[in-house]
């Protein structure tokens, strides 16, 4: 028996077709559009990570090159890191090669780690270089540790003679010549000294150590009160200039000024002493040393982030 569907039920299952089919497009467009928005979502990802990249390049590109390089490990040896900088010199000199500044700053680094033989061939390695000035000044300073007065004053008038208005090295200079005897060669570089960096305590301390030495008491007792030393300063350059005149040496000390040894009456030591200063650019503004001033007074002689081996 053959069954006949009403046109009712025949309806509803037309109804009920055309509603999945039209779900079905629809599902189907919305999946199509999801998909349009994931790759959208990913190219932008990727674009924006290839900017950031590109940006990474560049900064990297400019940060690490060997003049930034040299100018950290300058940074470094300015707060004192005198051993830390002697491994970023390997560093350095590892991936762009030996150059006058970085063999300036071995040569300092060596030098203020106490090896003495090492520093002296890497600034003999500095001569006929643009940095020979540099090489002559660490010499000097090192004749002046091993007390070769006689020889620093000599080395260090070659390194003036390349740097003519350096006032520190001046000051280094006339500073020299008085412990060797010569206090009649140290007048000019002092003065010059003074005139260039009036502001410089070591200039100043020096200028009245040769003024006390000559027995021009009046002007160095102007001299110290104008640049208001203080009293145990002015007592360690009479002390000095008394021993300076007697035709002896005072000890060197190499040592910070907070931690200078004193006397066994408790008077201060001697005022001048052999130190480091600091270098002021790889261009050889200024080069690496200098006589630092005041060990009886540390406020004179030492800045705040000052090392022990290292002056303002």
């Known amino acids: 028996m053959k069954t006949i569907e009403s046109p009712v039920r025949a309806h509803r299952a037309a109804r009920l077709l055309a509603m999945a089919a039209n779900a079905a497009a629809a599902m189907a467009l919305t999946a199509c559009g999801a998909l349009k928005d994931q790759y959208a979502a990913s190219a932008d990802a990727q674009q ?3 900017a950031e990249s590109a940006a990474e390049t560049r900064a990297g590109a400019t940060v690490d090159t060997r003049v930034t390089y040299l100018k950290l490990v300058e940074q470094m040896q300015k707060e004192g890191l005198w051993f830390a900088s002697l491994a970023h010199i390997d560093a350095l000199e590892q991936r762009w090669g030996v150059s006058p500044e970085s063999t300036r700053m071995r040569a300092d680094a060596l030098r203020q780690t106490d090896q003495a ?3 002296a061939e890497a600034y003999k390695r500095l001569m006929g270089t643009p940095l020979e000035g540099a090489g002559y000044r660490g010499l000097g300073l090192l004749a002046g540790a091993r007390g070769s007065y006689a020889e620093a004053a ?3 008038r070659q390194a003036q003679r390349q740097a003519p208005t350096d006032a520190l090295l001046l000051s280094d200079l006339g500073y020299a010549s008085l412990r060797a005897g010569q206090v009649e060669e140290a007048r000019l570089p002092l003065m010059q000294a003074l005139q260039l960096r009036p502001d410089s305590t070591q200039a100043q301390t020096n200028l009245a150590l040769y003024l006390e030495a000559t027995g021009q008491r009046e002007q160095a007792d102007r001299l110290m009160e104008t640049n208001r030393m203080s009293p145990a300063t002015r007592a360690a350059v009479r002390e000095a200039a008394m021993q300076l005149r007697a035709g002896r040496e005072a000890p060197l000390n190499v040592g910070s000024a907070a931690s200078a040894p004193r006397g066994d009456a408790g008077t ?10 600091r270098w ?4 050889g503004v200024r080069t690496a040393s200098q006589l630092n001033p005041s060990v009886a007074d540390p406020a004179l002689s030492l800045s705040p982030s000052a090392s022990s081996r290292g002056t303002p």
Not at 268 to 277: C, D, E, F, H, T
Not at 280 to 283: I, N, P
Request: avoid cysteine; glycine fraction near 8%; charged fraction near 10%.
């Open 117 to 119: 033989a090492a520093s």
């Open 280 to 283: 002021a650019g790889t261009g």
């Open 268 to 277: 201060p030591p001697p005022p001048l002493m052999l130190k480091a200063s």
């Open 48 to 50: 924006r990570a290839a």
């Open 154 to 156: 000599q080395l260090l």
